[in-house]
């Protein structure tokens, strides 16, 4: 992501534009599976202290610039939002790719749930689908 387009999103949700957030921005969208904690700390660390990091990642959450994927392992991973998915309210649920070989996870935007049937009297209030696989990039090495 160019510095540009950054400094546009973070101007969006009337934050700050800091270089760790800028950073940590670009870094998110030059990977196209989700990252983790350790992954942004393995890469910043020599620029920015954990504290600071772990601050950011949660700014972002709250601001919906990225989503935590709805893994069962014990480290959150997080990929960053589709730029098409601005108004909340029409955000729609996608599908996230956990690839076994590896164990990259990717939010697949164009597999969108829709009407799901869900029985009457039962209230959903999240909907948290994995797809296990081997993703583009394994598959063609094997
Ligand atoms: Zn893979
Ligand atoms: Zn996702």
Partial sequence: ????????????????????????????NDRNYALSFYDLEKELKTKFDTATIYRTINTFVENNIIHQIPLESKT????????????????????????????????????????LKINKNFRLESLKIIAEGVCDNCGAIS
């Fill in 76 to 115: 959150a991973y997080y990929a960053l939002n589709s730029v098409l998915e601005e108004d909340e309210n029409s955000r729609k649920e996608h599908i996230h790719f956990l690839c076994r070989i590896c164990r990259r996870t990717y939010c697949l935007e164009n597999v969108i749930i829709k009407d």
């Fill in 1 to 28: 992501m160019k510095e540009s387009t950054t400094k546009k999103l973070l101007k969006e949700r009337k934050l700050r534009i800091t270089t760790v957030r800028n950073e940590i921005l670009s870094i998110f």
